[in-house]
């Protein structure tokens, strides 16, 4: 079964979210429910998520393909177009979101829904996402707890982040020794990079409207050597040209006038702004003349990225719910060094112990990736091979990654 429309979060300013739900193909009334979210901020979790990664079909021409991989084999999956602006998702007032404001919109957004389906209420609920998601999950899965304290609404038992935005400067930072070690930049520029002007720093002064000449000249021989005909979000991809943007709103300003993703976006933008689709899934355009990938009338508070959520990510592992950190391992954008380093942190100040020590994990008879786990309730892992978006660059390594982390069990430690 598939389900798609809105829920209505204020009748009087007239402000909704869309959703896309499907069903798990076998079995769904014992599988869990596994909500999605996509980054940007201000990109669509149906057309990035859905139709681009781990949902049961992709656009193809005039038709949907099936997704041999897709994420609804393991669970009922419910993709959220969040905050509202992005997608379907509309307001009639322009109005300047922040993380609160999402996170809040997102906590109503799940009441209203089990209310209209009651029948998975009591059902396991995973919050899963990739990207900017690493601010929009941990503060949701903190307002269903401090929720369930007042009434058991919400049968939370575990959180997904795919190269997550967790902490600014440590994430971005780490960009410079990723580039150098994958032979993007030269050793002189990578000595600039880290000493006379990092990416936080640029980033931040970007933000504000102020870039120094000094970081203007360092970003400038970086991008010249990265080269803008390589795709940040998968270094060892071949790029396709599209002027579709990838969800680089804020984790990527210098590459927003000329990004360059992979095509299957093109498809996807094509097929959702056909008048017929949009019927067929109860959409609506309000306030835009056609859907996009990224939202380009959110205002949203991108400072906000500045703000640390790794100490929220904490706060989730305190209130007794497993968290998984995991990594593409061919991003440059959130590039894995820096996940890792943070998890690791957080163990440390939990006081957590290694319960599995760093080891690779397998996918058939491949190495899938790495992994570390701590006090049996906090884990990284890498996926080997994926992009940002790993399910979609690396679909049977990350549906075997989901299969563990649903079920509680240890990444296959042998073929």
């Not at 909500?35 to 021409?61: M, Q, Y």
């Not at 922040?98 to 009591?122: G, S």
């Not at 010249?224 to 270094?235: A, C, L």
């Not at 690779?360 to 091979?385: C, D, M």
Request: glycine share 8%.
């Amino acid at each position: 079964m598939e389900n798609h429309g809105y829920v209505i979060l204020d009748e009087t300013n007239q402000r909704a979210l869309f959703y896309y739900f499907v069903e798990a193909e076998i079995d769904p009334v014992s599988k869990p429910l596994v909500l999605w979210l996509n980054g940007g901020p201000g990109c669509s979790s149906l057309g990035v998520g859905a139709f681009s990664e781990n949902g049961p079909f992709r656009p193809s021409g005039q038709v949907l393909v099936r997704n041999e991989h897709s994420w609804n084999r393991e669970a009922n999956m419910l993709y959220l177009e969040a905050p509202v602006g992005v997608g379907f998702s509309y307001s009639t007032q322009i109005e300047t979101v922040d993380d609160k404001i999402t996170a809040r919109d997102n906590l109503l957004f799940l009441q209203r829904w089990f209310d209209k389906f009651p029948q998975y209420k009591q059902r396991e609920l995973f919050i899963t996402g990739e990207s900017y998601a690493g601010h929009y999950i941990p503060q949701l899965a903190e307002l269903i707890i401090q929720s369930n304290k007042k009434k058991m609404l919400f049968n939370l038992k575990g959180i997904a982040l795919g190269n997550p935005v967790l902490e600014f400067s440590t994430d971005f930072n780490s960009r410079a020794e990723y580039f150098w070690s994958h032979g993007l930049i030269s050793d002189s520029t990578y000595n600039v990079f880290t000493a006379s002007c990092n990416y936080s720093r640029y980033v931040s002064e970007y933000y504000r409207g102020s870039v120094s000449p000094l970081c203007s000249r360092v970003m400038s021989q970086v991008s010249k050597e990265t080269s803008r005909y390589v795709d940040k979000y998968d270094v060892t991809l071949d790029v396709c040209i599209s002027s579709i943007f990838s969800q680089s709103m804020i984790i990527n300003p210098q590459e927003v006038t000329k990004s360059i993703d992979v095509c299957i976006e093109d498809e996807t933008v094509n097929y959702l702004n056909r008048r017929d689709v949009q019927k067929a899934l109860h959409a609506r355009l309000v306030g835009v003349n056609k859907w996009g990938v990224c939202s380009n009338i959110l205002d949203y508070d991108v400072l906000n990225v500045e703000i640390p959520t790794i100490n929220v990510v904490g706060s989730i592992v305190k209130a007794g719910i497993p968290v998984l950190v995991y990594s593409g391992d061919q991003d440059s954008v959130i590039p894995l060094t820096g996940s890792r380093k943070l998890v690791h942190g957080l163990a440390k100040e939990l006081g957590l112990n290694t319960t599995a020590p760093y080891r690779v994990w397998f996918e058939g008879k491949q190495v899938g990736g790495w992994t570390q786990v701590y006090g049996n309730i906090l884990s990284f892992a890498t996926i080997r091979g994926a992009a940002h978006e790993a399910p979609f660059s690396q679909p049977e390594r990350s549906l075997v990654l989901f299969k563990a982390f649903l079920e509680g069990r240890p990444l296959p430690e042998a073929f």
